[in-house]
Structure formats: C-alpha cells, structure tokens
C-alpha cells in the first residue's frame, strides 16, 4: 500500500480512483438513471402529462447527456496523461443528477413512490443495482458522500482547481498522531 508515514497520499488516490469510477462512467446514450425517468414519464396516464412536469424531465434529461458526453472527454483526456479535475467535477455532478433524477421519479409516482414493497435484503445483480425505484431513491442518496462528499469536493476544486484560498488549518504541519483529541 505504502510506507509508514505515506498513508495520507495513499488515501488521495485511493478516494480519486472511487471519484473516477463514481463520477466517470460513460453509460449508453439514455440508458441508467435517466432511462428509469423516461419509463416512468412514458408510463404516466394523459392527464398528468403537462407542460411543466415535462419540462422539468427534459431539464433532467439534457443534464444526463451534458455529463456523458463530459464523461466521454474526460476519458479521452485521461488517456492522454492529463486527467485534470473532470473526475472530482464528474463525481459531484453525477451525485446530484442521481438524487435529482430518483427524486422526480418518486414524484411520479405520486402515492405508489411511498410504497416499499419488501425489507428483504438482497445483493444486486450491479454495484449500483436496484430492484425498485424506490430502493434506487434511497440509494441515490448516497452518491454524495462516497468519494468524498459533495462539501469535500468542493473545497478541492475551489482550492486547487480555481486557487481559491484554503480553509484555515491550524494544525496542517502537524503529524496526525500528535493531533489533540477532544
């Protein structure tokens, strides 16, 4: 893994390999959480298909197809030896397109997006598996926390992306061990 002392930089490529393959997935044009969408906005009755509601799909699903095709390229980049900060941008921004996709799901869905049709615990066919939409909700929910959390993510970029000032640290010389504990 590393040395003795080296488990800080360790950690980084560690959370920046999960960012990567979080945020970085190129998934089939229309296909994933996007495709859970369209299905349930194609299955609604007439009466519920208004302008606005399918305004707020299309928003969802223009998003969905901006960070594909953001995918697309900063996979082309990485393979050319400049990863850049597309993996840190594309995990937040998948993160928040998940939560927003599943959620207007659940609002769909109307009164059936509360029903949870068993506890049972079982293992996904796919890491990101899910054998209901609601289950697929509450995992979404998720997103923002594994590979460093959106906040984390933020800080990241705005400092060393952007060179933004850093949050005051007191103790950022100092070994963790010798770090005070409460």
Same mark, same amino acid.
């Given at each position: ?33 996007? =495709? ?14 208004? %302008? =606005? ?9 223009? @998003?969905?197809?901006?960070? @594909? ?41 109307? =009164? ?9 615990? *079982?293992?996904?066919?796919? %890491? ?10 509450? @995992? ?19 400092? $060393? ?7 005051? @640290? *007191?103790? $950022? ?10």
């Amino acid at each position: 893994l590393g040395e003795p002392g080296d488990g800080w930089r360790v950690s980084l490529t560690t959370l920046m390999n999960e960012r990567v393959s979080i945020g970085g997935s190129i998934p089939a044009k229309g296909s994933g959480p996007i =495709a859970a969408l369209t299905k349930t906005w194609q299955g609604l009755p007439a009466e519920r298909k208004d %302008a =606005a509601t399918l305004d707020e799909v299309m928003k969802l699903w223009s @998003r969905s197809e901006v960070l @594909r095709l953001t995918n697309i390229r900063a996979n082309q980049m990485r393979k050319m030896g400049d990863p850049g900060p597309e993996g840190s941008i594309g995990k937040m921004a998948s993160a928040d397109l998940n939560k927003d996709i599943y959620a207007k799901v659940i609002d769909l869905m109307g =009164a059936d997006g509360m029903l949870y049709g068993s506890y049972e615990m *079982v293992r996904p066919e796919t %890491a990101m598996g899910s054998d209901t939409l609601q289950k697929a909700f509450l @995992r979404s929910r998720a997103n923002s926390i594994e590979g460093g959390t959106t906040e984390v993510m933020k800080n990241i970029l705005g400092e $060393r992306v952007l060179g933004l000032p850093g949050d005051v @640290r *007191v103790d $950022r010389e100092v070994p963790w061990s010798q770090v005070p504990r409460n």
